[in-house]
């Protein structure tokens, strides 16, 4: 992207500039120099390469906004280049000059004029206005199709909720998890959004343009990933509508696998997990009685996979959403974040995690309303060591 280093370009000549004027401009004018320090900060901000970016888009829904914007970008630059020199030359040009009292010659209307400056507006708007309202409609259309993947989203505070709705095992049920989306590469993926609380809003800036999750609404997203992603480096994205303490920390990760990478892994979801019979992991089941409170998981018990903890569906607009109190924990260890994509899954940060919750992710769990699915966090629950240790061990087992 061009566009990206010419503002670190601009930064480095204002501060090479404002070295050699300091001395003068200090004297006469603090305020100046105040101005151009400003300024330059100001610029340097866009030298970064931050990864949740929309300039350098990873899908084509991502493409249509990045060239609409590029589009304006580059007209109004055109634009604000020539009204500047316009003014700098009439201000320079016309100024008023020592012993000249006499009045300039007043001009009262200018047919040709008007017409130019109202058709040459007319133009460019045409030209930003057309473009503008296609890519509106392209970026809002509803995938459909057999070959659609369909995924549900349900926004929670503090996290994200993903139901593969046609994806099931052969007894029925559908893979559910949390905060880390996969999905195929070169494919269609229409999100089907709702909330269970709050207004969030579902944003990963190089696939798609934000869409807002809304309680008792439904709402549409859909995603198109060009390549796969690096293993370590899925595509990042945010809740980008405030939503309370932990908004800043409901983080989103897309994967984005092969066709045959993503079956596989689907395969690998839809497995149960098992129940640990011996060593601390089995002594973390006994203490993950506590956990299923909220959080619920798939393992293989005798008679095939057993649900345990509470499953949630909330209707919305004849849709079914699920909608848990807490994620589903089932592959939890085969998750590389926890705590909304914002803490790296390791037993490091999963002790700390266990230890004190809201000490790690501000949130409110003494305001929670499990009646009425409302969940501010996670509490503390005031752990031994030892049973912080046997969970981290069965935890870190589901993968
Ligand atoms: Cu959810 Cu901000």
């Known amino acids: 992207m061009p566009l990206a280093s010419t503002p670190v370009a601009i930064a480095g000549k204002v501060k090479h500039d404002q070295k050699k004027a300091i001395p003068g401009v200090a004297r006469r004018s603090p305020r100046l120099v105040g101005l151009v320090a400003l300024l330059a900060l100001v610029l340097s901000a866009c030298s ?14 991502g493409r249509t906004i990045d060239d609409l914007w590029e589009l304006v970008f580059i007209l109004a630059t055109v634009v604000f280049v ?14 008023a000059r020592k012993g000249d009292d006499s009045e300039p010659v007043q001009v009262h209307g200018n047919t040709r004029l008007e017409i130019l400056w109202t058709i040459i507006p007319v133009v460019i708007l045409a030209a930003i206005g057309f473009p503008t309202v296609r890519g509106i409609f392209d970026v809002r259309a509803i ?24 994806l099931a095992d052969e007894t029925g049920r559908t893979l559910v998890t949390a905060n880390e989306l996969y999905i195929p590469e070169d494919t269609e993926v229409n999100l089907t959004m709702t909330s269970a609380d709050v207004i969030h809003s579902f944003w990963v800036p190089v696939l798609a343009g934000k869409r807002d999750a809304v309680p008792n609404r439904v709402s549409n997203l859909t995603l198109i990933a060009d390549n796969p992603t690096p293993p370590d480096a899925p595509h990042p994205g945010q809740c980008a509508e405030y939503c309370g303490l932990a908004h800043a920390d409901m983080r989103i990760k897309v994967h984005v696998r092969t066709q045959a990478d993503f079956d596989a892994w689907v395969a690998d979801q839809l497995t149960p997990a098992t129940i640990p019979t011996e060593g601390a992991a089995a002594a973390g089941y006994e203490a993950f009685n506590t956990c299923v409170a909220c959080h619920n998981v798939t393992v293989m018990g005798e008679n095939g996979p057993e ?3 509470v499953v949630r569906t909330i209707e919305v607009d004849g849709v079914t959403f699920t909608s848990s109190l807490a994620p589903n924990l089932t592959h939890f260890g085969g998750r590389d974040t926890f705590g909304s994509g914002t803490f790296e899954n390791n037993a490091e940060h999963l002790a700390q995690w266990l230890a004190d919750p809201s000490e790690l992710k501000p949130m409110r769990p003494e305001l929670n309303d499990i009646p009425n699915g409302r969940i501010l966090g996670m509490p503390n629950f005031n752990l031994s060591s030892d049973d912080i240790a046997n969970l981290i061990a069965l935890l870190e087992g589901w993968e």
């Open 48 to 61: 970064g390469s931050g990864p949740q970016t929309a300039l350098n888009p990873e899908g084509p829904i």
């Open 143 to 166: 995938a459909e199709g057999a070959d659609v993947l369909q995924v549900q989203v349900t926004g929670h505070q503090w996290w994200w909720e993903f139901e593969y709705v046609d």
């Open 307 to 309: 649900d345990i903890g």
């Open 82 to 95: 020539i009204v500047q020199a316009a003014l700098i030359y009439a201000i320079v040009r016309f100024r």
